[in-house]
């Protein structure tokens, strides 16, 4: 997974609780059965931060605000060009769908011994480097 200067055509969010980060397990290809931040692809017309809000809300049914920018990315052998946020701005209860095996609040530390999507342990320390946290 290397750094992106393209227009993204996914977003997904690091949705920071104190010194955990909620992963969920992938429901779906691609990356079934994979543990990854919740997100998915732009619908037309939308915005990388107004992809990433709807699928928040779909995927795990929180509503999210005041999102950081990350990280651009290629995934999935190039077909993504994933733009990255972070954000501690959130609330409800989570509401899985059919898109999410299992989630889970875990902390940078933990994420090493999971089987995730390429990257995502230093993915995830970049979101907790934009709130001084490492």
């Known amino acids: 997974m290397t750094e992106s200067r393209q227009p993204p055509n996914a977003a997904s969010v690091a949705l920071i609780d104190r010194d955990r980060v909620l992963l969920i397990q992938r429901a779906r290809k691609p990356y079934f059965g994979m543990w990854s931040l919740p997100g998915g692809r732009l619908e037309q017309g939308e915005t990388a931060e107004q992809a990433a809000e709807r699928e928040i809300l ?3 049914g929180l509503r999210v605000w005041r999102l950081h920018p990350i990280r651009r990315m290629f995934l999935a052998e190039g077909r993504f060009v994933l ?3 972070a954000t501690e701005a959130f609330e409800g209860e989570i509401v899985a769908s059919d898109e999410v ?3 889970r609040w875990v ?3 933990e994420i ?3 089987h ?3 990257d995502l ?3 995830v320390a970049g979101a907790f480097r934009v709130f001084d946290r490492s």
Request: charged share 25%; glycine share 4%; no cysteine.
């Open 83 to 85: 733009q990255v946020f």
């Open 121 to 123: 342990a230093d993915v």
């Open 58 to 60: 779909e995927e795990v």
């Open 107 to 109: 902390r940078v530390d």
């Open 116 to 118: 995730t999507t390429p």
């Open 112 to 114: 090493g011994a999971m």
């Open 101 to 103: 095996s299992a989630h």
